[in-house]
C-alpha cells in the first residue's frame, strides 16, 4: 500500500472497546493504513488476551463491562510491557493521572480522531523500532544507546535500566522519559520541549503527565521523591538529570 511504511506489517494492535461500532470503525481504518488489529469488548476478558497475546499495542477504553480500563492496567502492567493508549470520554484531570498512574503511556479523549490515534500509535512504535536498531558499538560519535551515572545504567538498544545490577521495572512512557532527560543531563528541559519530544504534540499548558511519569520513576531510580538528587525540579523552567547525583 503507497505511503505505508515496511515496518508497520508487523505491529499487532489490540482494542479493548465495548462500543462495537466505534471499534470496528477503528479497526477498519488502522488496518487500511497498514496495521494487524483485533477487537476485544469484554473487559473481564482483556487482562488474559493480553497477558497471552503480547501485542505491540494496546488501545483501552476507560468504561468497559465486565473490568473498567483502570483495573486492567494496573493487572497487566507486571507481565506486559507495551506501550497502552488510554481511551476516555471524560474530560477530568483525575481520570487522566490516575490512567498514568497505573502504568497508561498516553490517553486520548473521546471522540477519538482514527487520524490523531494513528499518529499517537505510529509515533510510540516508532520510538521502539529506532531503539531497536541503535544496538552496536558506540564509535561513530552518534548519540550513545548505553549511559551510566554510578549506580544508575539506562540502554536505549534494549530499552531497560538497572539500578545497583538490578532491572527497573518501567513502562514503555517511563523508559522514553528517563532516556531524554538522561541523554541530556546537565541541561534543564522545559515540559514544552519534553511533551513535544514524547508526544509529537505541542504542550497545553495543563497537561500532567509529564509530571505524574516523573514521580513514578524518582523512587525506581533510588531518587529521594521529597528531596530528588537525580531528577530535579527546577520551578518555573522544568526538569534537570543531575549528572553526579
Not at 83 to 88: N, S
Not at 135 to 146: A, I, K, L, M, N
Not at 233 to 240: E, I, Q
Amino acid at each position: 500500500m503507497d505511503g505505508v511504511e515496511q515496518t508497520n506489517e508487523s505491529w499487532r494492535i489490540l482494542i479493548v472497546e465495548d462500543d462495537e461500532r466505534l471499534a470496528e470503525l477503528t479497526r477498519e481504518y488502522l488496518e487500511s493504513n497498514g496495521l494487524t488489529v483485533t477487537v476485544e469488548g469484554n473487559g473481564s476478558v482483556a487482562v488474559d488476551r493480553i497477558r497471552e497475546e503480547q501485542p505491540d499495542l494496546v488501545v483501552l477504553d476507560l468504561m468497559l463491562p465486565g473490568e473498567d480500563g483502570l483495573s486492567i492496567c494496573r493487572r497487566v502492567r507486571p507481565a506486559y510491557n507495551g506501550p497502552i493508549i488510554m481511551l476516555t470520554a471524560r474530560t477530568d484531570d483525575l481520570d487522566q493521572v490516575l490512567g498514568l498512574e497505573m502504568g497508561a503511556d498516553d490517553y486520548i479523549s473521546k471522540p477519538v480522531k482514527p487520524r490523531v490515534l494513528l499518529a499517537r500509535i505510529r509515533a510510540m512504535l516508532r520510538r521502539i523500532t529506532d531503539a531497536a536498531g541503535a544496538g552496536g558499538d558506540d564509535t561513530s560519535g552518534e548519540e550513545p544507546v548505553r549511559l551510566q551515572f554510578n549506580d544508575l545504567v539506562v540502554d536505549r538498544s534494549m530499552r531497560e535500566a538497572w539500578l545497583n545490577d538490578q532491572s527497573i521495572d518501567l513502562t514503555s512512557a517511563e523508559f522514553d522519559l528517563l532516556w531524554l532527560l538522561a541523554s541530556n543531563a546537565g541541561r534543564v528541559l522545559s515540559r514544552e520541549e519534553i511533551f513535544t519530544a514524547l508526544r509529537g504534540i505541542e504542550y497545553d499548558g495543563q497537561d500532567r503527565s509529564i509530571d505524574v511519569r516523573v514521580s513514578r520513576i524518582r523512587p525506581k531510580i533510588g531518587d529521594d521523591p521529597i528531596h530528588p538528587r537525580r531528577i530535579k525540579t527546577v520551578r518555573s523552567k522544568g526538569y534537570l538529570f543531575v549528572k553526579e547525583a
